[in-house]
């Protein structure tokens, strides 16, 4: 069989490195996906036959309108757009033409609000690849996951006659806030999957680990609440106001107040709180942005309906009014045995390599939405990590990824594809 080598890993790792992009307004990144995998041959979707808009998590029109305008001056063909049709991510099918499994390989494209550090020793800097869009940075290694995607289409293409089934490949917006894979997911295009894997560079690994059954994976909801009351003169009239930022601040604290569950992990944070608009204004807007976590969905679902009814009992005691919006959300997710086992003998071909039989994750990740969409229809799913020792942590101004692991997760993917469709 014919492997890819490493260089071409690196450029297009590099190349997407340069021009980040946050979630659903990764249009530049999506057509440099799209016609990259269009010259290797295969067969593109994207817009709504990916992405089902009624299942959309968090996503900001101002944002989508900067990223639709970036992709323009960055000389993005307005056909390609068109195809879009205002929706990012893309969808390539690799078909042998003969009978066999369907998998599917999620890969997740968007960036993070960082700005990458300025310093002379980081190696984007050193060698010229550091972000060129101010604010925004690939700081968490998507911008690797990207390649290593391109790399295995490339592979399929070139080992076409030795493979049976189907293969696809999803490239996926707005993971970040776990906002894109209920959109994908509802879409239906994986619905025929028999198997479905997923990995991260880094997080919970050091180069030349394989976490082949990582476990914790918390469920989240991410809620957006946002209290209207009305202004009025804060020494002539306060009686005439209807205070919001009293009602934020009342609802944050009585949030933090929740009971643990019994039952497992269970987690809240109140990451922003917003409002008012001057010192002797009663305060018209408040606005919470806030997450809570479970072991389970028992647990999330708990943590979810303790903050809506806080919300709504004090909207209601401050005489305000309440909308809430769900911003993005992600379950929990055991690996089948399976693909574990498939995996761990990938692992072994590689002597260089550890095999970390379990470790927790203990945070969240909206791959596990598509996974067990697969797994509700009689498929097998699989999140693994490939380690990489990190300049910094995820999502800090000096992270950067061990590049030469970018292989690795190409040897994990297409080692697992030969057991699977050979």
Not at 41 to 66: A, H, W, Y
Not at 252 to 279: D, P, Y
Not at 341 to 351: A, H, K, Q
Request: aromatic share 8%.
């Amino acid at each position: 069989m014919q492997y890819i080598d490493i260089k071409t890993l690196i450029n297009w790792r590099r190349d997407f490195h340069q021009y980040p992009e946050i979630g659903w307004s990764e249009f530049f990144t999506t057509a440099k996906i799209m016609t990259t995998l269009q010259s290797m041959g295969l067969t593109i979707q994207t817009g709504k036959r990916v992405i089902n808009p009624d299942f959309i998590r968090g996503r900001n029109m101002d944002v989508v309108e900067r990223g639709l305008t970036f992709a323009r001056e960055y000389g993005v063909n307005e056909s390609i757009l068109e195809q879009m049709d205002g929706y990012t991510g893309c969808v390539a099918e690799f078909d042998t033409g003969k009978p066999g499994p369907v998998v599917a390989l999620r890969f997740d494209i968007d960036c993070v609000n960082v700005t990458e550090t300025p310093s002379s020793d980081h190696i984007p800097n050193k060698y010229g690849f550091a972000s060129q869009c101010t604010g925004l940075m690939h700081a968490c290694g998507h911008d690797g996951h990207m390649a290593i995607g391109l790399g295995v289409a490339k592979w399929l293409v070139e080992n076409r006659d030795l493979l049976s089934g189907r293969v696809k490949l999803l490239f996926q917006p707005a993971e970040e806030g776990v906002r894109g894979a209920s959109a994908m997911a509802e879409s239906g295009i994986i619905d025929d999957a028999d198997y479905f894997l997923g990995m991260h560079l880094g997080f919970i690994a050091k180069s030349g680990e394989i976490v082949v059954n990582p476990n914790n994976f918390l469920c989240t909801t991410k809620f957006d609440f946002r209290f209207y009351g009305a202004p009025a003169h804060a020494g002539a009239a306060p009686e005439e106001g209807r205070n919001a930022l009293a009602a934020a601040c009342n609802t944050a604290t009585q949030m933090l107040g929740i009971s643990r569950h019994g039952k497992g992990m269970s987690r809240i944070n109140i990451g922003v709180i917003r409002a008012g608009e001057g010192r002797n204004v009663i305060p018209a807007y408040g606005e919470l942005q806030v997450e809570v976590r479970g072991q389970n969905d028992e647990i999330n679902q708990y943590m979810s309906e303790k903050v809506q009814r806080i919300a709504e009992g004090t909207a209601h005691n401050f005489d305000v009014k309440l909308e809430t919006e769900i911003m993005g959300e992600a379950v929990d997710l055991i690996n089948d045995s399976e693909l574990v086992n498939i995996l761990s003998d990938v692992v072994e071909e590689y002597p260089e390599l550890k095999k970390v039989s379990d470790r927790s994750f203990g945070g969240s990740e909206d791959a596990t939405v598509l996974a067990k969409r697969v797994q509700k229809l009689g498929g097998k799913a699989l999140y693994f990590i490939v380690g990489s020792d990190l300049k910094a942590g995820h999502h800090q101004a000096e992270f950067d990824i061990d590049e030469e692991q970018l292989l690795t997760g190409f040897q994990m993917y297409t080692g697992c594809l030969k057991k699977l469709l050979s």
